[in-house]
Each structure stands twice: as C-alpha cells, then as structure tokens.
C-alpha cells in the first residue's frame, strides 16, 4: 500500500523560499507520474507541477513557471518542489499524488486531478507579510 508524506511547509513571507518534499513508501517512483497541487480556501485543486521518471518529463503551471523546480531522489523515493519568490497567491495547502500508467508531465491531463491515484495529504503553505 502506498503511503505520501509531504512536509516542508510553513509561514513565509513575500520573496521567502520553500522547499517541499514528498515521501512516498509501498512502491518505488519509477513507474509514476508524481504531481504536486494546491489548493487555497474557496478553490478548486489545480496542478503546480509534475514529474516522470528521472525528470525525463517535467511540466510547471503557469504560475509558478520560473519560481518553481521539481526534482526527485531515487535513493530516498522522494520527490521535492522548490519554490522562490514566494507570493501571498500561493498560500494554499500543497498535496503530492502518484498517478500510475504510461503518460507524460507534458500531456493534455497533466495536472487534470482525476488522473492520479494516490494522495498525501497535505502541507499547509502560508506566504504573508
């Protein structure tokens, strides 16, 4: 059975960094998609980045594109996302999920929330000054 452990969230304030990691056990990533979402009070789920393999595909919102890398750690099954230049807009809580099967971070449903399987859930990420 697999299990998601985010972490790394906190308060930060506008410009900070963060870098969130994502612990997954019960299977290793290779055979993943792994995304991360968020989603802020009142909103829906939307997806801020995605990985596959050994970072073979990588995809980014547009938000956060230029402010945000995905990277993984095969050793320690754990994928993280660094984001910078942190905005009051990205305060939400951040959830990593596995979506199993063929298919890239490049493809139409990248981020669609139906696609992935499993969820952790959840860091809290507030950025305010």
């Known amino acids: 059975q697999l299990q998601i452990v985010e972490s790394g969230g906190g308060l930060v304030q506008p410009g900070d960094s963060l870098r969130l990691s994502c612990v997954v056990s019960?299977?290793?990533?290779?055979?993943?998609?792994i995304g991360w979402f968020r989603q802020a009070p009142g909103k829906e789920r939307e997806g801020v980045s995605c990985?596959?393999?050994?970072?073979?595909?990588?995809g980014y919102a547009n938000s956060v594109k230029g402010r945000a890398t995905i990277s993984r750690d095969r050793g320690k099954n754990t994928v993280y996302l660094q984001m910078n230049n942190l905005k009051p807009e990205d305060t939400a809580v951040y959830y990593c999920?596995?979506?199993?099967?063929?298919?890239?971070?490049?493809?139409?449903?990248?981020?669609?929330?139906?696609?992935?399987?499993?969820w952790g859930q959840g860091t809290q990420v507030t950025v305010s000054s």
């Open positions: 999920a596995l979506a199993s099967g063929s298919g890239t971070c490049t493809s139409t449903n990248a981020f669609t929330v139906g696609r992935y399987d499993d």
């Open positions: 019960g299977d290793t990533l290779d055979s993943y998609v």
């Open positions: 990985i596959r393999g050994a970072g073979l595909s990588l």
